[in-house]
């Protein structure tokens, strides 16, 4: 049904009366579910696109059947919010979620899927795919009401089976790592393991937090945190695991003694094993990842090669993004070498405002591990991480966050020649990116950098950014010179990305394709004879319904002269001569640049295929609304200023820029617009209500709306409350919540874990508005964390949403 017949059937059966109505609602501390209009449930019931994986040797792929949105029952099952983290008490993995139910293969080549041959138990997911080495074997997890188990699959038979019925720990992470073909080395549930710790009766006393070091440590606004002792016996007892070797006939050898173990990833060569374990004290100010650290090499037999790091607990954190902590950090294998361990090491004690010459240093040691570590690299910048090639060459980055800078090097690992900077640029530049370096699999199984045969030339992958929007390409770089040439770039009417290269030399390619009309599916393409590309998959349309909606990328300006661009969407069967200017919704979430000239570049492609999902805005469009989606919303460092010191002026600017884009486009009444966002877009919209009248109201879901409740750092901020309490103040909108007269749909999950959107933001900021005579309501989503993901709770979060649009964008503005 288009939108014209849609209003002509609505007229008629309600006549003036808009399609809901909440004002008849009654007033009550809680409600029913309810739900959206029958065609976004349609959408909301249909089974999700599988997700692919590609085997390592890049002849098949694995499709996994994923279902559609959770039940609350899921959603709200029994979990422990402790340390940061939630898990499952059910099954000793994370809760809150919605595994694959089906695996099936298909040929990259083309050809029909065929069902891996498996017997789930009755309601088992599927999770935590892995293929082994050298891609004969796939590994994933099975989850049912009480268990998580392991299970491996043949890729010639096409079939799977539990090798072990041990149950596996994965609460604090993926649980299984390959060794060879043959075997995996697991986090399972200790046998020592007894009874869950039983909470007291009646407490044993108060809790008491103290500072008396002196040092300022200060931390972001972590939710989930440990709250007591028996919270931390919680911790203990679901968090300790015992390593153990499983083979794929079912043997099972423990490696080591339990832990909590909080990482254990296998050397490329398959004979050591990279041990991160926690312990006490622990912090009830921030999460287990600053707790006390103990970082190890073992053997498989359990044995320790090398302590690495045993680091304290830390509770001062940066906020900013180069900060860093101290001491040996970020662990990991060099992927191109059988056992070699890297790490990176602060050279200003991790501490971004030192004045240093140089501030990483990348250490390097191999097997057997004694010794002292070599120095590979230092940086004057903080590192960012290597990709690894040869003996003879890897790539390597540094980065500055606050100065929104980056530089790539070429380094050699053996250390016969000097670094070589390829490229340093900014990261807000978007045209200019020369993409990242593309990477294969290799015989051992890990990714290292794709080089041709003569490793003179490797690979870039980018989103190809222009001011005719995205289109992703892959090049060929020669590395002695720099010198480029375009293997592929996506064409107008088509959205296309390089998934993989199928071969060494780039010429054959797996991409994903779709248009405006054509929903994503995967191709076969051959770009050295430049023929049709060939279809692999066959996914259809998941939202039909949606297909007459008509799209177009925007481009306009600020008052001071910013280049802004959004995407315009119109409903099923809108027609501007027929049907006149539309009710709106501008739905957005701004970002921080540090020039206008980046704030003005395109991002995004006008041959997307954009279909809702969720409890997305776009579902307006089913409603007769149009939707202004991702207007820029640019927050720009001026003058050698910060960003946010002008923020509520460009906010302001940037919507009043918006607004008058689609007046004069012809398909949106002025008077009947209304603004919209989640998370820093909520505080956004409430922001845009208290200066402005430019809305007839707004939606503001799972927002931070008090900045004095995040005064160590908030969004792209560093700045503490104390540095800058007026700024603040002044961005928050609880201040001006006097000021608030359009009215104001907030949202919230009960269970928001996002770092400073507690629940209480939402909370206060409606007693705010009560409390000062405005309009607004406020929706608690039992169980729902910063997103919704019940189906229950996104129904109704819909309907809430079109309910209020309906009830005060949509009706025409009372004539004075």
Not at 40 to 50: C, E, M, S, Y
Not at 192 to 204: D, F, L, S
Not at 333 to 349: F, I, K, M, N, Q
Not at 703 to 722: C, D, H, I, M, V
Request: proline share 8%.
């Amino acid at each position: 049904m288009d939108w014209h017949t849609m209003k002509r059937r609505l007229a008629a059966a309600t006549g003036s009366l808009p399609l809901f109505v909440l004002a008849a609602l009654p007033l009550r501390a809680q409600t029913a579910y309810r739900q959206p209009p029958a065609t976004i449930q349609q959408i909301l019931d249909a089974p999700a696109t599988p997700t692919v994986s590609l085997s390592p040797d890049r002849t098949m792929m694995l499709l996994l059947e994923r279902p559609g949105l959770p039940p609350i029952s899921e959603i709200a099952a029994p979990e422990y919010r402790v340390a940061g983290i939630r898990l499952d008490p059910r099954t000793s993995g994370p809760s809150r979620q919605n595994p694959a139910r089906g695996l099936s293969v298909m040929p990259v080549a083309g050809g029909p899927s065929t069902p891996i041959a498996m017997t789930l138990p009755t309601g088992g997911g599927i999770a935590n795919l892995t293929w082994s080495p050298t891609g004969l074997r796939f590994a994933f997890v099975v989850s049912t009401d009480d268990a998580l188990t392991l299970w491996v699959g043949d890729l010639a038979s096409k079939s799977a089976k539990q090798i072990s019925a041990r149950r596996l720990n994965a609460v604090l992470g993926a649980p299984c790592d390959w060794t060879t073909d043959d075997a995996l080395v697991c986090s399972l549930i200790p046998d020592t393991r007894g009874p869950e710790p039983v909470a007291p009766a009646t407490p044993g006393g108060p809790i008491v937090q103290e500072a008396l070091t002196g040092s300022a440590d200060r931390a972001a606004t972590y939710q989930d945190l440990l709250k007591s002792p028996h919270d931390e016996a919680i911790f203990t007892h679901y968090a300790t695991s015992q390593l153990a070797r499983i083979t794929i006939d079912g043997s099972v050898t423990p490696v080591g003694a339990p832990a909590i173990i909080s990482g254990a990833t296998v050397s490329p060569d398959g004979r050591w094993l990279l041990v991160t374990s926690l312990s006490k004290p622990f912090s009830y100010s921030v999460p287990l990842n600053f707790f006390p650290t103990k970082i190890e090499v073992w053997g498989l037999d359990g044995r320790v090669a090398r302590t690495l790091a045993t680091r304290p607990l830390i509770e001062r954190v940066s906020w900013g993004g180069d900060g860093a902590q101290s001491g040996p950090r970020n662990p990991s294998w060099r992927s191109d070498a059988p056992a070699t361990l890297v790490w990176l090491e602060a050279l200003d004690g991790g501490d971004p405002t030192k004045q240093v010459p140089k501030r990483d240093r990348v250490l390097t040691i191999a097997a057997p591990f004694v010794g002292d570590p070599a120095t590979l690299l230092e940086t004057e910048w903080r590192a960012r991480g290597i990709t690894w090639g040869t003996s003879t060459f890897a790539i390597a980055t540094e980065s500055q966050s606050r100065q929104r800078k980056t530089r790539t090097w070429a380094i050699d690992p053996s250390g016969k020649t000097a670094p070589r900077l390829l490229w340093e640029r900014s990261t807000e530049d978007r045209y200019s990116d020369p993409g990242a370096f593309v990477t294969r699999r290799d015989l051992r199984g890990r990714q290292v950098l794709a080089l041709t045969a003569d490793g003179k030339s490797a690979f870039l992958r980018g989103n190809g950014a222009s001011p005719e929007g995205d289109r992703p390409f892959l090049d060929r770089i020669t590395l002695a010179t720099g010198a480029k040439s375009r293997l592929f770039q996506s064409t107008a009417p088509y959205y296309e990305t390089v998934v993989e290269m199928l071969d060494a030399k780039g010429e054959r390619l797996l991409t994903r394709r779709e248009s405006v009309s054509e929903p994503p599916n995967y191709f076969q393409r051959d770009v050295l004879r430049r023929i049709a590309p060939r279809q692999i998959t066959d996914f259809k349309d998941p939202a039909p319904q949606f297909a007459g909606v008509k799209r177009e990328v925007v481009q306009y300006k600020r008052k001071d002269g910013v280049t802004l661009h959004a995407t315009v969407y119109l409903p099923p069967g809108y027609d501007k001569a027929r049907d006149g200017a539309l009710p709106f919704l501008l739905w957005a979430y701004p970002t921080e640049f540090g020039s206008a000239d980046a704030a003005s570049q395109v991002s995004g492609s006008p041959y997307r295929f954009t279909r809702p999902g969720g409890s997305s805005h776009l579902f307006a469009l089913l409603q007769g609304y149009g939707v202004m989606d991702d207007p820029s919303m640019p927050i720009i460092g001026f003058d050698g200023k910060e960003p946010n010191d002008t923020y509520v002026e460009q906010l302001v600017a940037s919507a009043e820029a918006a607004i008058d884009h689609i007046v004069s486009m012809g398909v949106a009444d002025r008077d009947r617009i209304g603004v919209g966002g989640h998370s820093y877009g909520a505080f956004m919209t409430a922001n845009l209500l208290a200066h402005t009248k430019l809305f007839r109201a707004g939606i503001a879901r799972s927002g931070a709306y008090n900045r004095t409740l995040t005064p160590f750092g908030f969004q792209g901020e560093e700045r503490s409350y104390w540095q800058a309490q007026d700024l603040y103040e002044r961005m928050s909108p609880f201040t001006y919540a006097d000021k608030i007269k359009s009215p104001i749909l907030l949202v919230h999950g009960m269970a928001d874990n996002n770092t400073g959107t507690y629940p209480i933001q939402s909370e206060r900021m409606y007693a705010a508005l009560k409390g000062n005579g405005g309009t607004a309501r406020y929706v608690q989503l039992p169980s729902e964390s910063h997103g919704y993901a019940a189906r229950e709770s996104v129904g109704h979060t819909l309907f809430e949403m079109m309910a209020w649009l309906d009830q005060w964008v949509k009706p025409p503005k009372p004539r004075m």
